[in-house]
């Protein structure tokens, strides 16, 4: 991966519940391979691997090619990322949430 993912890419690539799950699975397990997902998963080797090449796109996991078989990797700096700019909304949201709560109150007791 040569440059930062932008937030928009990421969460286009998590948007689908299969790469979703293909992210958990590579986080929780490591590494992976399109043809032992496909074993999992109710589709085809092939579209195992163009869900990865998804994923490989928005820079969520990267890949290497291990005698026929590419082998894929959770890229966590990216996923930090998401982490980063999801704990920011949040903390946007919890400051509005609290300034609306103080209009709203208005003004406490003189």
């Known amino acids: 991966m040569t440059s930062v993912p932008d937030t928009h890419e990421i969460f286009d690539a998590l948007g689908d519940p299969t790469r979703q799950r293909l992210v958990d699975w590579l986080v929780s397990e490591g590494s992976g391979t399109a043809t032992g997902f496909a074993d999992r998963l109710p589709m085809s ?27 894929f990797r959770p890229e966590l700096s990216t996923l930090d990322i998401a982490k980063a700019w999801l704990e920011d909304r949040s903390r946007q949201w919890a400051d509005t949430l609290e300034s609306l709560a103080r209009h709203v109150e208005g003004p406490g007791p003189e």
């Open 45 to 71: 080797r092939q579209a195992v691997s163009r869900h990865l090449s998804e994923l490989e796109r928005a820079g969520l996991v990267r890949s290497q090619k291990v005698g026929r078989e590419s082998v």
